[in-house]
């Protein structure tokens, strides 16, 4: 089966402009993950949604936001872009969520903030 | 606030040496993750240890749950050039992530 598909998967902006990553899960999955990897901070959660509802989520601030619609699919979006934000963006689907379920990572959008 | 600290950040070995990666706590975890990640891609999931003092094989690749459920670890047996990778943990329904540990198998 298709595995989790990031779109796009590489981007730039300027510094100020807001940006819109999408992320479709494994079909039936329901749960989806945001993740944010830099070098330096390593792997941090953003939040998770599912069934169309923010279930969790990690300490960024309000400029990071998403969502989720019927078909599971997922978006993230990010406003007032600082340079700080550039990073490598993972989404994540699991069929429930919870601690022992697997999660199946994307390949990631790389987005550069300039 | 919980976190998971790996050691060590970054492991650079010979094809067929045995090494140890280790992710410790001081927080208890209900279970733990371990991910290996190569460039240009996702995490993918290794394995989930659940009961503390656990032990679970995967072909050469050996993880230990510790008995309080704090800490674990990752043994992999005659390392192959394939084993290149970063290797991840994570806990806290896979909302907190250790830093990594970096393995570089050398042919």
């Known amino acids: 089966k298709a595995g989790v598909t990031q779109t796009p998967r590489y981007l730039i902006k300027t510094r100020g402009q807001q940006v819109t990553l999408s992320c479709s899960p494994i079909?039936?999955?329901?749960?989806v993950s945001w993740y944010q990897q830099t070098p330096g901070q390593g792997l941090q959660f953003l939040f998770e949604y599912f069934s169309e509802t923010q279930r969790n989520k990690g300490n960024f601030p309000g400029r990071f936001s998403g969502r989720q619609f019927s078909n599971s699919r997922s978006e993230m979006n990010v406003s007032t872009l600082e340079l700080g934000d550039s990073a490598l963006y993972l989404c994540?689907?699991?069929?429930?969520?919870?601690?022992?379920?697997?999660?199946?990572f994307g390949q990631g959008t790389r987005l550069t903030v300039v | 606030t919980q976190l998971l600290e790996q050691s060590p950040q970054f492991l650079s070995i010979q094809e067929g040496e045995n090494l140890t990666v280790y992710c410790n706590s001081s927080?208890?975890?209900?279970?733990l993750q371990w991910y290996r990640q190569e460039p240009g891609e996702g995490p993918v999931l290794l394995v989930t240890?659940?009961?503390?003092?656990e032990v679970k094989k995967l072909k050469r690749l050996t993880f230990q749950f510790g008995d309080a459920r704090k800490d674990s670890s990752l043994h992999i047996t005659a390392a192959q050039t394939g084993d290149t990778g970063l290797y991840l943990c994570a806990g806290g329904f896979k909302t907190i992530f250790g830093a990594g540990t970096r393995l570089f198998v050398k042919a």
């Open positions: 927080s208890v975890f209900s279970s």
């Open positions: 079909s039936g999955h329901r749960s």
């Open positions: 994540a689907s699991s069929g429930m969520g919870g601690s022992n379920t697997e999660a199946f």
């Open positions: 240890v659940v009961t503390g003092g």
